[in-house]
């Protein structure tokens, strides 16, 4: 019991033998995001605060407080995303996104259109994606930009004149 209670990894689920997969509904993004990273990694709430020089104690509490009522600090969000080795965008959208507000890296006082927030959620949430996951959306991006392609070429075939080709 002492060496588990010593256990810098007491908590994060599926850190150790035998503790409970994390329920995706039960977690916030920001705590999806870091849990993640600790299993993907092997890592301890102890280390990702050594590497973004971090009290062990503000990882530990991002990492199990469900509901935030503010976002980190600006300083906070970038020594996790050091810590955690993944992109500041990333840990920024995890955490507005867990105070229930939504973050744009674009400057402007208005929203970024549809085709911008669809491009940031996705750049944003690759990282919480599991490897093979991450391989059947480069599958499907392909899937998608080769269907486009084959439009284009069809497009260029009808409004070129007849018996002439896509020049």
Do not use: F
Request: charged letters at 30%.
């Amino acid at each position: 019991m002492t060496a588990h209670a010593a256990d810098d990894r007491r908590g994060v689920p599926g850190g150790l033998p035998g503790d409970p997969a994390p329920h995706e509904h039960a977690v916030n993004p920001l705590q999806r995001l870091i849990q993640e990273r600790l299993r993907e990694r092997g890592w301890s709430y102890g280390e990702v605060a050594r590497r973004g020089g971090l009290p062990r104690s503000t990882v530990y509490t991002l990492a199990t407080t469900r509901n935030l009522v503010r976002p980190p600090r600006p300083a906070t969000i970038d020594a996790l995303a050091k810590g955690l080795d993944v992109p500041v965008s990333a840990v920024r959208a995890a955490a507005a996104e867990s105070t229930g507000l939504h973050y744009y890296d674009e400057a402007g006082s208005g929203q970024p259109p549809a085709s911008d927030r669809e491009r940031d959620l996705l750049i944003a949430s690759i990282d919480e994606l599991s490897p093979e996951d991450r391989q059947h959306v480069a599958a499907l991006v392909e899937s998608l930009r080769s269907r486009a392609e084959r439009a284009k070429g069809r497009r260029d075939r009808e409004a070129s004149p007849r018996g002439e080709g896509p020049r």
